[in-house]
């Protein structure tokens, strides 16, 4: 859907609330619960001539069909999930995050996921409770190779946070860019990195927020920060960039309505005053 006045939104269910018992196991039933709850629905969205956003119900192609959602898509809360361009005659590739192994040597290889087996070599900060974002280049450019080089792109942190490579430090951290707890991201049409957080929200970051990188100066930058409480989850844009839709997850509060006591999830539209394009 290459247009910037319809796009196909994705929200994804991931997880219920989760109770165990004095042995640390959770109930069975609970767990085939939350293995059915599992899944995606794809939401069709207009733009009509006055700029307003609105659903789109039915299907324009099939009127009587109904909507169903996609479940049971694995054991485990897979978070996210993004594919490769898609090329005719070629395996689809997505990646999950659950299934590689990264070697010191910069080096890496996709194995199946086995918890006995773990890798720390990507890692190798002691007690990282910042997290850090690591990218990678398939080997030959190809998505559905097995082996990858790779590097780490930047490590998140408080003011003064460097990520060196060969000697220089290639980020250093301050109070306009740090953030914790790296957990969503997207590429936009012009090649801008969009970082999103879902992590601590105590000083100095306070709330989770979304920050636009330069995947090739590391230059990064805050965007905006969520209400408290939130996890900033999901974001994409039309294709001129001009139109950016955000989720904001678990919200504390009385966001995003004030006379509302309810707190409730949200799919933001940001769009610039001047009708240009966001980022730039």
Not at 179 to 188: A, E, K, R, T, V
């Amino acid at each position: 859907m290459n247009t910037s006045t319809r796009v196909l939104c994705t929200p994804t269910v991931l997880r219920i609330g989760a109770t165990y018992n004095s042995s640390g196991n959770r109930p069975s039933d609970e767990v085939r619960k939350e293995i059915g709850a599992h899944g995606v629905s794809v939401v069709h969205i207009k733009q009509d001539s006055n700029g307003t956003w609105d659903t789109v119900f039915g299907s324009p192609f099939n009127p009587e069909s109904t909507p169903q959602t996609r479940t049971a898509l694995g054991r485990f809360g897979h978070e996210g999930v993004i594919f490769a361009p898609v090329k005719e005659g070629q395996p689809v590739v997505c990646y999950s995050g659950d299934d590689f192994r990264f070697n010191e040597d910069g080096t890496g290889e996709w194995l199946p996921l086995d918890l006995d087996n773990a890798d720390f070599a990507a890692n190798p900060i002691a007690n990282n409770q910042n997290g850090h974002i690591i990218r990678w280049m398939e080997a030959g450019n190809d998505h559905g190779a097995t082996s990858f080089d790779w590097d780490i792109f930047v490590f998140a942190g408080l003011q003064g946070t460097e990520t060196v490579v060969e000697g220089d430090a290639v980020v250093t951290l301050n109070d306009d860019n740090i953030f914790n707890s790296p957990d969503g991201l997207w590429f936009d049409y012009n090649g801008r990195l969009w970082i999103q957080t879902d992590g601590r929200d105590e000083a100095p970051y306070q709330n989770n927020m979304m920050l636009a990188a330069n995947p090739e100066t590391r230059e990064i930058k805050r965007f905006f920060v969520g209400p408290v409480g939130c996890e900033v989850t999901g974001v994409v844009t039309t294709p001129d960039v001009k139109t950016m839709f955000v989720n904001i997850q678990h919200p504390d509060g009385n966001w995003p309505d004030s006379s509302d006591p309810r707190p409730r999830d949200a799919t933001v539209i940001v769009t610039r005053d001047d009708g240009g394009v966001i980022g730039a």
